[in-house]
């Protein structure tokens, strides 16, 4: 079209169509769902297109997707971070708990300065309503929390010290390895899993195993029932009844020779502020989220083998609890 003002040939933009003229938005938004629970190299061979233009079609359906959703304005966040190729290269994670979506994807790493980008994005307004923040042990994720949104309650996250719990009971279920000999150590042998799961998640074969190993091992006993128990802590409303139930556990570990577990109390004792936060009624959220939040994007790295496109990836996290278009 030529422009009698300026003297040039413009294109006239028409509301219908897609950033790629070729297309409708109405095409776009079709290859956008499609492409939530394909892969781009199906859809691109479902549709007869190019594989390039399957992926840009699919990145203006997200971003119509965030824009539909608005600018968050958490109360309650979780913060994680997530590998996203080897060498120890992460990215930092936040999710609106409240709403139970993800709201930022970004940083260079895990580091202070590039969780201080979320609540520099954020705005100084929005970081004054953040209420809660439920995060693992990582001091950096604390420190700048701590700095940017002060009035905001620490919380570490159960699934991350359930964790670390675990890691001091295979250290036990090694050393017990280590000092057996001949068939004693037969029981333990290949029963790793066995005994890190809950009991409820086991198979029937699962649980006659555990009950076998725990029944010839009184040391991996102790430890199993000590894990199992721990879990009550976040089940206290108060928290001078969870401080007494710790108090208790840790009484518990008196003269059962569990280093392990000696070791994971003094860091329950570092931490304490942060755990008991939970047994105050205003911090009764959901703690399954972001753990199960981390499983979902293993779900979408792995169906794209890995995507290099960080953009991409980043549009891909942040749409992924979004209602379709």
Not at 28 to 36: K, S
Not at 153 to 175: N, P, Q, T
């Amino acid at each position: 079209m030529f422009c009698r003002s300026c003297g040039k040939v413009k294109r006239e933009q028409v509301e219908f169509l897609a950033d790629n003229p070729f297309y409708t938005k109405r095409f776009a938004y079709y290859v956008g769902r499609r492409c939530r629970t394909a892969t781009i190299k199906d859809v691109a061979k479902e549709l007869k297109l190019d594989w390039h233009t399957v992926k840009e079609l699919d990145k203006q359906y997200m971003k119509a997707q965030l824009a539909k959703a608005g600018k968050p304005r958490p109360k309650v966040i979780g913060i994680d971070e997530v590998s996203i190729r080897k060498g120890h290269t992460y990215r930092i994670v936040v999710s609106d708990l409240e709403k139970s979506r993800p709201i930022w994807f970004g940083g260079q790493d895990r580091t202070e300065p590039s969780m201080t980008q979320f609540f520099d994005e954020l705005g100084n307004t929005k970081c004054a309503r953040i209420r809660l923040a439920v995060m693992d042990m990582w001091k950096p994720f604390r420190n700048a929390t701590e700095a940017c949104a002060p009035q905001a309650a620490i919380l570490y996250d159960k699934f991350h010290v359930i964790g670390h719990l675990g890691e001091a009971l295979d250290e036990v279920r090694k050393s017990e390895y280590g000092r057996l000999v001949g068939k004693d150590r037969g029981f333990i042998k290949g029963q790793k899993y066995t005994l890190l799961s809950r009991r409820e998640n086991l198979s029937l074969k699962g649980r006659q195993a555990l009950k076998i190993l725990l029944r010839a091992n009184k040391r991996l006993n102790t430890a199993y029932l000590l894990k199992e128990s721990f879990g009550q802590l976040w089940s206290y409303e108060r928290e001078g009844w969870a401080r007494r139930f710790f108090e208790n556990w840790k009484a518990a570990l008196k003269w059962q020779r569990l280093g392990s577990y000696e070791k994971f109390a003094r860091m329950i004792e570092t931490h304490w502020d942060g755990i008991a936060a939970y047994s105050r009624p205003a911090n009764k959220v959901s703690l399954g989220f972001v753990e199960g939040f981390n499983n979902k994007i293993r779900v979408i790295q792995r169906r794209a083998y890995g995507l290099r496109d960080e953009e991409y990836l980043r549009l891909k996290i942040l749409t992924s609890m979004l209602p379709e278009l």
